[in-house]
């Protein structure tokens, strides 16, 4: 499968997420949602999204854009991969069903659109500060912190090539 192919697959706009997503909850389906920068894939990014996905269901993923990581002023060289690379490997992973783009600071508006049944963060936050949580709380879904494999981060990653 290549680059484009990969990204054609699993890369949708919040229209035609939302429509899937009412399928398979029909289905029965539960629909989980997670989101980030997953600037430069390391092995906590994997363990976390399988971690997310085992939760069952169908899995979206909220990419921050380039623009997005930005405004979030993480650092001035971020992002070091561009939305699109970042989308494309992540694209590969079976555990992300799909990606949609954001350009906000945070996925707020995103999540008040697709409405997941479960909301997912690492637990370096609490579920009462992870964005969204009021939305979750007053649909009846769920706030669910993973653990973080620890020794991973792209921050720390970056402060060892310098």
Known sequence: MSFHDQLKDKVVFKEDALRTINGLRLKGKKIIFTNGCFDILHPGHVDYLTKARDLGGYMILGLNTDGSVKKLNKAPNRPVNTELARASVLAALACVDAIIFF????????????????????????????????????????????????????????????
Do not use: C, H, W
């Open 103 to 162: 350009d906000e600071e945070t996925p707020y508006e995103l999540i008040k659109f697709l409405q997941p049944d479960v909301l997912v963060k690492g637990n370096d936050y609490k579920a009462e500060e992870v964005i969204g949580f009021e939305i979750m709380k007053a649909r009846g879904g769920e706030v669910v912190t993973i653990p973080l494999l620890e020794g991973f981060s792209t921050t720390g990653l970056l402060e060892r090539l310098k």
